[in-house]
């Protein structure tokens, strides 16, 4: 009888958990598909690296876009964003596959900050949990000493 009540427990949590990961997934398709508010693109340029930037912003502050970086003797990445400011700060998760070997997927946080028309990509201290890497609480961003400052470009469709 015990066996049986862990049995139907364990079906109710594979229930649960389906049902949120949908919710998750119906949430993302909406974001994606939703009509942007504003588009603005950037471009930040450190001695041979290159990244292309494009923001969209959405209703409610959300953001979405695309990022493409070329660093100097590493392979390029292409991918996209997804966050929200918090103040003059765009956090955003960069999820990415490298041009090299498109079968794995990366995800890593960023943080930009927004002074006038540049917005800096800060360095941070991340920390790696279950597999998903966040910046450390209470540990600074440093947007002072940094290679990229991304400044705004006129967009181009590819």
């Known amino acids: 009888m015990k066996?049986?009540?862990l049995f139907c427990l364990l079906l109710v949590c594979i229930a649960l958990e389906s049902c949120n990961k949908n919710q998750k997934d119906v949430k993302a398709t909406l974001i994606s598909s939703e009509k942007p508010v504003s588009v603005q693109c950037y471009k930040a340029l450190y001695d041979n690296?290159?990244?292309d930037l494009k923001?969209?912003?959405?209703?409610?502050?959300?953001?979405?876009g695309n990022m493409v970086m070329k660093v100097f003797?590493?392979?390029?990445?292409?991918?996209?964003?997804?966050?929200?400011f918090h103040g003059d700060t765009l956090f955003v998760a960069y999820t990415f596959i490298l041009e090299a070997?498109?079968?794995?997927t990366y995800k890593n946080p960023m943080a930009f900050l927004k002074r006038g028309n540049e917005l800096i990509l800060g360095n941070g201290e991340i920390?790696?949990?279950?597999?998903?890497?966040y910046f450390v609480k209470?540990?600074?961003i440093d947007f002072?000493?940094?290679?990229?400052?991304?400044?705004?470009?006129?967009?181009?469709d590819k």
């Open 49 to 51: 690296d290159t990244i």
């Open 127 to 133: 920390e790696t949990t279950m597999g998903a890497s």
């Open 144 to 156: 002072d000493n940094v290679k990229y400052k991304f400044t705004k470009v006129d967009c181009i």
């Open 55 to 64: 923001i969209n912003t959405l209703k409610k502050e959300k953001i979405t």
């Open 101 to 104: 070997n498109k079968q794995i």
């Open 73 to 84: 003797n590493r392979a390029k990445k292409i991918g996209k964003i997804a966050g929200e």
């Open 138 to 140: 209470g540990k600074p």
């Open 3 to 5: 066996n049986l009540g």
